[in-house]
């Protein structure tokens, strides 16, 4: 059973920007602290950026930090990560999660996560 979708992925050149979004229900979204996680095929989860289940705490990996901005609307149950400046070693498939209770805010472990999407694919290439 799916219960996080996301959506806003694509191709885009170097220096351009992408929104992605994540929907689930609204009883998540009141929970739950909420990640974005990247990975590259063959290589492990990178932890990208944490939002705190009210919003009000934000915090991002070093490679994102100044370019991608994270925000959520619990009222509608989306999760948003907009990326600006984007470069080729963005490229990777990205995930939403909801953080298991007690887990570190930046987990690359999928076992950390209570809730979790299939994933969309972004691409940056010239």
């Known amino acids: 059973q799916v219960q996080l979708v996301e959506s806003g992925g694509g191709v885009v050149r170097p220096g351009g920007s992408l929104r992605l979004s994540c929907v689930g229900s609204?009883?998540?979204?009141?929970?739950?602290?909420m990640n974005w996680v990247r990975q590259v095929p063959g290589k492990g989860l990178e932890w990208v950026s944490f939002i705190s289940n009210t919003g009000e705490s934000t915090l991002y990996a070093n490679s994102v930090k100044d370019r991608f901005t994270v925000s959520r609307d619990n009222t509608k149950g989306t999760l948003d990560l907009q990326m600006d400046n984007l470069q080729p070693e963005d490229t990777a498939v990205y995930y939403c999660?909801?953080?298991?209770?007690?887990?570190?805010?930046?987990?690359?472990?999928?076992?950390?996560?209570?809730?979790w999407g299939q994933g969309t694919q972004v691409t940056v290439s010239s």
């Open positions: 609204t009883a998540i979204f009141n929970t739950y602290n």
């Open positions: 999660g909801g953080l298991r209770f007690g887990t570190l805010y930046n987990s690359n472990r999928r076992d950390d996560y209570e809730y």
